[in-house]
């Protein structure tokens, strides 16, 4: 029997394959757009009005595809934009990321870990020789600790965020308040030169910085498509962060202002 994959004949197919094998968060992720979704519905508009015309009985034994794109040769005619959250789609692909900040870990700390895919990269790449204890406000990032012989696990309680998989309110907060730790691994939802580390929901910026005030050093995990960027509530300032873990394609004058401050940035 073949795949659903190998029954499908368009784009309409595979979303609808994708929305019952996915789940929401994923899903919503990969199909939806940013914000109100205006740039989404005008490409969508842009591409109904396009027609191809078949053509037959014509040479095809040299096809050119290549083209112009941004001033520079491309050999297809398509280019793929910085993603952010890129582990949704490729298994693996904020590993270097992960790897290089998982090495700042040392026996005996007491782990904060943010929700988000760079972060539950970083848990599954910890030494397996480390004794540590961790906390999270993620049960996906959670179970994957679990996985972990020498690590203690305790999971920050409050109102769990569908979408995001986090727990954020009151509760949540006042237990991170009450930690000590010694290394705090954030997720960024977005990093700017000026504006800092900035996010999309309130109640997720309350839960990070009270994070970032419990923690001795605060690592941002960064993937190029969230630095030089800007969201709507202000979570901390580069003068919070004692580390930036980014990957080695990202924006130099956002790499050169975070040196500036203050902040240690490890490429990845």
């Known amino acids: 029997m073949s795949s659903p994959v190998a029954r499908a004949w368009s784009i309409d197919d595979l979303r609808r394959i994708a929305r019952r094998r996915l789940p929401r968060a994923v899903f919503d992720f990969i199909d939806g757009g940013a914000e109100t979704e205006s740039t989404l519905r005008a490409n969508r508009a842009a591409f109904e009005r396009v027609r191809f015309l078949p053509k037959v009985l014509v040479n095809v034994a040299q096809v050119d595809t290549s083209t112009t794109i941004l ?15 890129i582990g949704f789609g490729r298994r693996g692909g904020d590993v270097a990321i992960a790897r290089a900040a ?23 790449h910890l030494d397996p020789e480390l004794r540590a204890t961790a906390v999270t406000n993620s049960p996906p990032i959670a179970t994957a600790l679990a996985e972990h012989p020498g690590l203690r696990v305790s999971v920050v309680g409050g109102e769990l965020d569908r979408d995001m998989l986090v727990t954020v309110g009151a509760a949540a907060v006042a237990a991170i308040r009450e930690l000590r730790a010694d290394i705090c691994f954030l997720g960024v939802c977005a990093l700017h030169p000026e504006l800092g580390v900035t996010t999309t929901d309130l109640e997720e910026r309350h839960v990070k910085r009270a994070m970032i005030d419990a923690s001795a050093q605060v690592v941002a995990l960064a993937g190029p498509g969230k630095l030089g960027s800007a969201a709507q509530f202000v979570v901390a300032s580069l003068d919070d962060l004692t580390h930036l873990v980014a990957d080695r394609s990202a924006p130099p004058d956002v790499l050169a202002a975070a040196r500036e401050r203050g902040v240690e940035v490890v490429s990845a």
């Open 71 to 85: 001033g520079g040769p491309s050999k297809l005619p398509i280019a793929i934009a910085p993603t952010g959250a």
């Open 102 to 124: 998982a090495g700042l870990v040392r026996d005996g700390d007491l782990i904060l870990f943010d929700g988000g895919t760079t972060t539950l990269q970083v848990a599954c």
